[in-house]
């Protein structure tokens, strides 16, 4: 199956998931702001608790960060927040909202992303129902969700040259491995401990970026 384009921004790059902070909103500012002078230009707020106000007031507060550093952000798999506070978009997980009422919802220029896991029947479903980019993985041992089924590599060439979305490589990824995730073929890879665990959280989402120079295209093409 082969689509086409969607009228949506092209998720490239560093895309940064928010750890756990046990409801330390101080910390998670702190941090999220220095990723984002690192270069990270997509940011998914991913907090599981049942305290939708503390929720509410974090995503308002991170959108306020990310618009001042001209990126995005995207609400794991609230929709209601994503609404709410006005989010750039939300990302899905198999056992969430549709991507279908997703998009009838956020409309045309919403980004909604999609967890595929290691199947290309599941991200082709999802882009038929309007996904803006599907995530594969875990791609390495990942301690966020170390029970999570592997995915191999070359899902992501295939996933490359199947979907006419964004590929990103999630799952374990950090500076060492992230080369081979982009050079087979991700456009994006999801960074959540190896970057908010660094001990200069600028410095490693810097050099997490520019592992997306032109010059690494060269050697992702060859």
Known sequence: MTTTAKPHP????????TPDFGGDS???????????????????YRDKSPDHQRRSHEAAALLALCRRHRARLIINDDLDLARQVGADGVHLGQQDTGVGAARQQLGPQ?????????????????????ASY???????????????RPAPLHLLTSARDRLGVSVVAIGGLNLHNAPAAIRAGADAVAVSGALFGATDIRAEAHLLSGLFDPAQHLEKSE
């Open 10 to 17: 092209t998720l490239q790059g560093l895309y940064a998931i």
């Open 110 to 130: 919403a980004l909604i992303g999609a967890t595929c896991h290691d199947s290309l029947e599941l991200a082709e479903q999802a882009v038929a129902e309007g």
């Open 26 to 44: 101080g910390t998670l500012y702190r941090q999220v702001q220095a990723a984002l002078e690192g270069g990270v230009r997509w940011l998914q």
């Open 134 to 148: 599907c995530a594969f993985g875990r791609l390495f041992p990942s301690q966020t969700k170390p029970q999570a």
